[in-house]
């Protein structure tokens, strides 16, 4: 039995029967709409729901009593009786007034995909941190929602001169809500501080974050690249926290990885607020991996998706790398050289086989060096003693020695080659 402190989500393990409902709006193409359909199926499952039906509706505009159409709100009745349905999951967003009128007309638990999303986050939340990402997300989901937990109550009056008690208690719980909305907020600024602190501490090495749609493949490429033990399982949001890790080898500098939490469509608001530290990893890295499943069917539309959510959290200027996974599982080599044809820069990669992991690595190389700048210095032999610490602060591209030193050729970060021109200088003139 699972039973939330203030939004009714109680369910048995055994009762968990759903009915899908797709509403198909006329400006949305039909391709599309049936792919979201199927990725309603696929997030209900990873929720363990047993969808059992499925029913749509297409409609010029949203109706805002009910979300669809009265006479398709008795068909879903009359389904939810007939499959003996526990649930019933829209793949829209409904506003509160649309759920409380649906629950009223179907007798049943009424839920839409981002609450949905927000169930399989709970579910999935293991660290302190995402636990209170995820909590925030449904507290704030719950607010505007609790008339219909205690609408029964308004009718129970107690005498002249009485407020009504339902009225009451919803004003109550939602005082408790926003209090525990507030320290939540605080508990993530908190957070983020120690967040913010320990990637100071990264400023010295190439943060790469890998990016895309839920269920690609970004686990078990951190894992192919850092020897690392990230969860992997082929569910969906099966990873929730940034995980980062440093990549061990055939890398001539340090190089951290950083497995962020999958992205799909319709991703509710809420959660992309409360997930701000966990996504700071994708702001504050250098170069974006962005990885896509390529056995999928719909894998078009999720990259877009990625792309599309990669700019609303303004990174869509940083520096990437496309890379195709599952290119193994692909038999028709025509369709693989028009893909190739069509982003030539593109790596195509298996985690499973280990194909295309050397381009890989050599495209993180690639990126690395494009975002460094050229400098020349020169130094003498009695400066010898400052070949390490150059080692460690660029690239040494080309070292010739003449008569009084050496001269060298280096490829630096921008914001170390003042650094590096000064320590060169300031020790030969200590010389």
Known sequence: MKTDRFFQTEYQASS???????????????????????????????????????????????????????????????????????????????????????????????????????????????????????????????????????????????GIGLKDVGETQIQLDRRLIRNDIHKLERKLKQIDKEKVVQRKQRRDVFKVALVGYTNVGKSSLMNTLTEAETLVENKLFATLDATTRKVKKNFPF???????VGLIKKLPHDLVASFKSTLDEVREADFLLKVTDLSHPEFREQMETTDELLKELGVDETPSLLVFNKADRIRDEVFMQDLKTVYPNAVFISCKTGMGM??????????????????????????????????????????????????????????????????????????
């Open 16 to 158: 968990r029967r759903a009915i899908l409902v797709g509403v198909h709006l006329s400006k949305r193409e039909g391709g599309l709409f049936d792919e979201e359909l199927e990725e309603l199926d696929g997030l209900a499952t990873t929720a363990h729901y047993e969808p059992v039906a499925t029913l749509t509706q297409r409609l010029p505009s949203i109706h805002p009593k009910t979300f669809m159409g009265s006479g398709k709100v008795d068909e879903l009745a009359e389904a939810v009786n007939h499959h003996e349905a526990d649930v019933v999951i829209f793949d829209e967003s409904l506003s509160p007034a649309q759920n409380k009128n649906l629950e009223s007309a179907l007798k049943c638990r009424v839920i839409d995909r981002s609450w949905l999303i927000l169930e399989i986050f709970s579910d999935h939340a293991r660290t302190r941190e995402s636990k209170t990402q995820v909590e925030l997300a449904r507290l704030k989901y719950a607010l505007p929602r609790l008339t219909k937990m205690w609408g029964h109550l308004s009718r129970q009056r107690g």
């Open 254 to 260: 340090p190089v951290l990885l950083s497995d962020t």
């Open 358 to 431: 050397e381009r890989l690595r050599a495209g993180i190389v690639a990126g690395y060096e494009k975002q460094l700048t050229t400098l020349n210095l020169h130094l003498e032999f009695s400066q010898a003693n400052l070949l390490p610490k150059i080692h460690k602060l660029a690239m040494v591209v080309a070292m010739e020695s003449n008569a009084t030193g050496w001269d060298l050729d280096l490829r630096v970060d921008p914001s170390e080659a003042s650094k590096l021109q000064e320590l060169v200088e300031g020790n030969g003139n200590k010389g």
